[in-house]
């Protein structure tokens, strides 16, 4: 995969995930009522958001990438790499921008307090027991 590509790819579930905030909690129903029987089809405001802001799943997302090249940029440096250690740390680097109101994208509860409790969860010693997709706001070990 070539970085181009790779950039294509963050720009699309960016803009994804922008045009689906205004519905991501509603029904279908809903969806239609509000939009019309297409549905949503263009970008539009949400919580006080402009149109074509996006969640906190791409800003978890790009914290991912955040770690996982820190992590890649350390092991050929250093010799070192430790993939879930670098990737918790880009999670608690985003975690401070959520005291900033323009930053906070609504980030699920789990996923803040897995991250405020200090403590980076492994498949072995997991820190919570949700079984949401914000739980993985504390890497597991991977591979």
Same mark, same amino acid.
């Given at each position: ?14 803009? &994804? !995930?922008? /045009? =689906?905030? %205004?519905?991501?909690?509603? *029904? ?13 089809? !263009?970008? !539009? !405001?949400?919580? =006080?958001?402009?149109? @074509? *802001?996006?969640?906190?799943?791409? $800003? ?8 996982? #090249?820190?992590? $890649? ?5 250093? @010799?070192?790499?430790?993939? $879930?250690? +670098?990737?918790?740390?880009?999670? /608690?680097?985003?975690?401070?921008? +959520? ?7 609504? %980030? @699920?509860?789990?996923? #803040?307090?897995? #991250?405020?409790? &200090? ?6 010693? %997991? ?8 739980? *993985? ?7």
């Amino acid at each position: 995969m070539t970085l181009e590509q790779i950039r294509g790819c963050l720009l699309g579930l960016a803009v &994804g !995930d922008a /045009l =689906g905030a %205004p519905v991501e909690f509603m *029904s279908l129903a809903a969806i239609k009522q509000r939009y019309g029987p297409q549905g949503i089809t !263009d970008l !539009d !405001d949400w919580s =006080g958001f402009p149109a @074509g *802001s996006y969640t906190d799943d791409t $800003q978890m997302t790009l914290s991912t990438i955040e770690g996982m #090249l820190a992590a $890649q940029a350390r092991g050929r440096e250093r @010799g070192i790499v430790n993939w $879930q250690e +670098q990737v918790y740390h880009a999670y /608690l680097r985003w975690l401070e921008t +959520q005291n900033e109101a323009y930053q906070r994208r609504a %980030p @699920g509860n789990t996923c #803040l307090s897995a #991250l405020r409790s &200090g403590t980076m969860g492994v498949v072995a010693t %997991p820190i919570n027991n949700s079984k949401g997709a914000a739980a *993985s706001c504390a890497p597991r070990r991977w591979g």
